[in-house]
């Protein structure tokens, strides 16, 4: 049967103006589009999980800022107005996303062992480190990932790994660490060995990405004992 003709359709038994059922739809989509708008922080919070998960899979060149916007349901335009560029992508990926936890204030508000600001323990802070990127391996191999790409100079995140061991150090160097006297002060002896720690540190995490599968956290136990050595940094661990 026709339920088009005389303009009406059937409708829980009764039939009802076609121009009336039209409305019925529209108001309800309007209703469904409602409920389900997002804010800006859990629309950039979608964008950051896609683009962590599609760049750790094919690495920066081989993702498309279409790829990432079909990922979230959005048009590329749309996904423009919250990154801005691709570059701009990158710069939420990893200033915005990966440097923004795991900081050292993060660790003093734990409440840990070895973070009173007062007793600040260096070796305590790596450890919790550790922990904290054993939580969030996907986000860890997309750093892994970049800083590979990185090698490039033509990559956009050239300079930023390149100065990354001379920010790190004067990042760690910004606070008052307790340090065994033998070393002395931290500014006279401890450049090379925050610069053992980066290099130990991204060699446990590229080994925990290979298999057989290793304790992340387990591993880097065994480089702090040899960074860190016993007796001297015992009381300072």
Same mark, same amino acid.
């Given at each position: 049967m026709n339920y088009r003709i005389?303009?009406?359709?059937p409708h829980h038994g009764r039939y009802l103006p076609f121009g009336r059922l039209t409305r019925m739809a529209v108001a309800k989509q309007h209703t469904?589009?409602? %409920? !389900?708008?997002?804010?800006?922080?859990? %629309?950039?919070?979608?964008i950051v999980d896609a683009a962590v998960r599609l760049i750790g899979e094919k690495g920066y060149y081989g993702t498309s800022l279409r790829? !990432?916007?079909?990922?979230? &349901?959005?048009?590329?335009? &749309? +996904?423009? #107005?919250y990154a801005?560029?691709?570059? &701009? +992508? +990158?710069?939420?990926?990893?200033? @915005?996303?990966?440097?923004?936890?795991g900081t050292i204030d @993060?660790? !003093?508000a734990t409440g840990l062992p &070895?973070?009173?600001? @007062?007793?600040l323990f260096f070796p305590a802070y790596l450890r919790y480190l550790v922990r904290h990127n054993a939580q969030r391996v996907e986000l860890m191999r997309l750093y892994m990932i970049l800083e590979t790409e990185a090698f490039s100079p033509d990559h956009p995140l050239h300079e930023y790994f390149?100065? %990354?061991?001379? %920010?790190?150090? #004067?990042y760690y160097s910004s606070y008052q660490w307790r340090i065994p006297p033998q070393m002395g002060q931290w500014s006279e002896s401890m450049r090379p060995v925050v610069r053992q720690c980066i290099e130990a540190m991204d060699g446990v995490q590229l080994r925990f990405m290979r298999r057989p599968p290793i304790d992340l956290v387990d591993e880097w136990i065994i480089f702090e004992r040899m960074i860190f050595p016993s007796p001297m940094w015992d009381r300072y661990r």
């Amino acid at each position: 049967m026709n339920y088009r003709i005389m303009g009406e359709l059937p409708h829980h038994g009764r039939y009802l103006p076609f121009g009336r059922l039209t409305r019925m739809a529209v108001a309800k989509q309007h209703t469904v589009n409602k %409920r !389900i708008r997002k804010t800006p922080e859990e %629309r950039r919070r979608e964008i950051v999980d896609a683009a962590v998960r599609l760049i750790g899979e094919k690495g920066y060149y081989g993702t498309s800022l279409r790829e !990432i916007a079909q990922a979230v &349901g959005m048009s590329q335009p &749309g +996904l423009l #107005h919250y990154a801005g560029t691709k570059e &701009g +992508l +990158l710069s939420m990926l990893v200033t @915005d996303a990966y440097d923004a936890s795991g900081t050292i204030d @993060d660790f !003093i508000a734990t409440g840990l062992p &070895g973070s009173d600001p @007062d007793n600040l323990f260096f070796p305590a802070y790596l450890r919790y480190l550790v922990r904290h990127n054993a939580q969030r391996v996907e986000l860890m191999r997309l750093y892994m990932i970049l800083e590979t790409e990185a090698f490039s100079p033509d990559h956009p995140l050239h300079e930023y790994f390149d100065d %990354r061991p001379n %920010r790190t150090w #004067h990042y760690y160097s910004s606070y008052q660490w307790r340090i065994p006297p033998q070393m002395g002060q931290w500014s006279e002896s401890m450049r090379p060995v925050v610069r053992q720690c980066i290099e130990a540190m991204d060699g446990v995490q590229l080994r925990f990405m290979r298999r057989p599968p290793i304790d992340l956290v387990d591993e880097w136990i065994i480089f702090e004992r040899m960074i860190f050595p016993s007796p001297m940094w015992d009381r300072y661990r």
